[in-house]
């Protein structure tokens, strides 16, 4: 069995009310392999506190002014060390055998080669009700619509970023979308049918209508749409996200 090193990338910029949980779920998990990188970006709570408070579980941390998530992703990614990588949102949290149900999957297909490997995660609203579970295995023609495989509940192999770079910094809400639309249709992946993470649906992923129009910018970009089925489907996304409403 391969007990490869693991490394977790959290971002945050005035997260005090949901850090501490965050970093609970890393420094807890069952599968102890792992370097736990913070990226901050000059946060003026309490953020830096409680990232001080654990940062001797900590293998690199910084606070510093960035351009957001993806710029602090990256900054991550030239730290990381690990043979896998994961982003994990300082709103969300990992369940304690999250990692360890990573692990165990890349082992048991050890025949195979993958990408990435996404699982299934459930939404929660503030008081940690889960509103619902979402995950399904990967479909380029899916994807190429929308982000049907979400990010947080996503392993990423390292020479992922070696071969393809890392994010897009120009996107403030999309970026791990255009990364995937980017790498394209031979994507290798797997997929971890079991509930790894909760994810805050609050997050800067969810500000829907944003996220319509910088996927829509990606689709075209990277050639994943023509300019015609791409404008289709962002009105229709925005029209479907107005009647929720």
Same mark, same amino acid.
């Given at each position: 069995m391969n007990n490869f090193l693991v490394s977790i990338i959290t971002a945050t910029?005035?997260?005090e009310k949901t850090l501490e949980r965050c970093i609970l779920s890393v420094i807890n998990q069952s599968y102890t392999n792992i370097e736990f990188i913070i990226i901050d970006g000059n946060s003026s709570d309490k953020t830096v506190d409680i990232i001080k408070k654990y940062q001797d579980r900590i293998k690199y941390w910084i606070s510093e002014p960035d351009t957001g998530i993806y710029?602090?992703?990256?900054?991550?990614?030239?730290?990381?060390?690990?043979?896998?990588?994961a982003f994990l949102g300082s709103d969300d949290y990992y369940l304690p055998d999250a990692i360890q149900s990573y692990v165990n999957y890349i =082992?048991? @297909? #050890?025949? !195979? /080669?993958?990408?990435?490997?996404?699982? $299934?995660?459930?939404?929660?609203?503030?008081?940690?009700?889960?509103?619902?579970?979402?995950?399904?295995a990967w479909n380029w023609k899916t994807f190429q619509r929308f982000m049907s495989t979400l990010h947080a509940g996503m392993f990423h192999n390292k020479e992922l970023f070696k071969k393809h770079g890392n994010f897009n910094e120009t996107y403030k809400i999309s970026g791990d979308y255009e990364l995937l639309l980017r790498l394209g249709c031979d994507l290798k992946a797997g997929f971890l049918d079991k509930i790894t993470l909760h994810m805050y649906i609050?997050?800067?992923?969810?500000? =829907?209508? @944003? #996220?319509? !129009? /910088?996927?829509?910018?990606?689709?075209? $970009?990277?050639?994943?749409?023509?300019?015609f089925v791409a404008a289709i489907e962002l009105i229709l996304h925005i029209f479907s996200y107005k009647l929720k409403k």
């Open positions: 910029y005035n997260s710029n602090a992703w990256n900054k991550g990614l030239h730290q990381a060390t690990g043979e896998w990588i =082992n048991t @297909n #050890s025949g !195979k /080669e993958f990408d990435f490997i996404s699982s $299934k995660i459930s939404m929660i609203d503030s008081q940690n009700n889960i509103i619902s579970t979402v995950g399904q609050g997050g800067i992923s969810n500000e =829907n209508l @944003n #996220s319509f !129009k /910088e996927a829509f910018k990606a689709k075209i $970009k990277t050639g994943g749409r023509n300019f």
